[in-house]
């Protein structure tokens, strides 16, 4: 039977972590997110991210956990691979581990407001977690709430295009740059994300 210290040995070799579990009918949904800060120099030196193609990070996902769940005889699930989508930000919540921020984005116990999920694997049976987290954010100052400054997040809601034009501004090559404002003013894994890694989602959610 499938352990979290067999799946933990796996993961932890990529530079991924189990990010949450949720049990669904006979199967446990882990969910892995990048181990930050180590993650973003192993992606760097990975075939798919010197090869020069389109979606190189969804590219090493796949490849990478498809190979752990090959070898745990495991569903490999990826947030990039719909129609139809898995419901990725679901499992987030149910697994006790991320929750609903007074930005609307979703906080994680360890990411913060950088959480993100490369992938998960559905394994067959029950994987006994770690005990759940608390949500952070109660007892919390909430600096995201005054961070944006495009005033993007008001009534904690996102306002995409008005982020974006932001970022087409001079002002937001620091946004650009160095990662979202709101995401970075997060206690919570404030130091964990590179800003390399930052500047690349930023480019993939907004290309110059």
């Not at 040995?9 to 882990?30: D, P, Q, W, Y």
């Not at 987030?92 to 998960?120: D, E, N, Q, T």
Request: net charge neutral.
């Amino acid at each position: 039977m499938t352990t979290r210290r067999d799946i933990a040995r796996l993961t932890a070799s990529e530079r991924l972590m189990i990010s949450g579990t949720v049990a669904e009918a006979n199967r446990t949904i882990v969910l892995l997110s990048p181990d930050e800060p180590a993650f973003w120099d192993h992606f760097q030196a990975s075939p798919e991210a010197e090869d020069g193609a389109p979606d190189p990070l969804d590219r090493w996902s796949a490849r990478v956990i498809g190979g752990i769940a090959a070898t745990l005889g495991a569903e490999p699930l990826f947030p990039f691979s719909g129609p139809p989508w898995h419901p990725f930000t679901g499992w987030a919540r149910a697994s006790a581990r991320a929750w609903a921020s007074p930005v609307g984005l979703l906080v994680h116990a360890v990411s913060g407001l950088f959480v993100s999920y490369r992938g998960a694997l559905a394994v067959p049976g029950e994987i006994v977690d770690d005990p759940p987290s608390a949500d952070p954010c109660p007892s919390c100052a909430q600096p995201c709430r005054t961070a944006c400054p495009a005033d993007a997040f008001a009534g904690g809601h996102y306002d995409v295009p008005r982020c974006k034009s932001y970022l087409d501004t001079e002002a937001g090559r620091t946004c650009r740059q160095d990662g979202c404002l709101v995401r970075r003013a997060c206690p919570v894994g404030r130091d964990r994300r590179r800003p390399a890694q930052s500047a690349f989602h930023m480019e993939a959610f907004h290309p110059r």
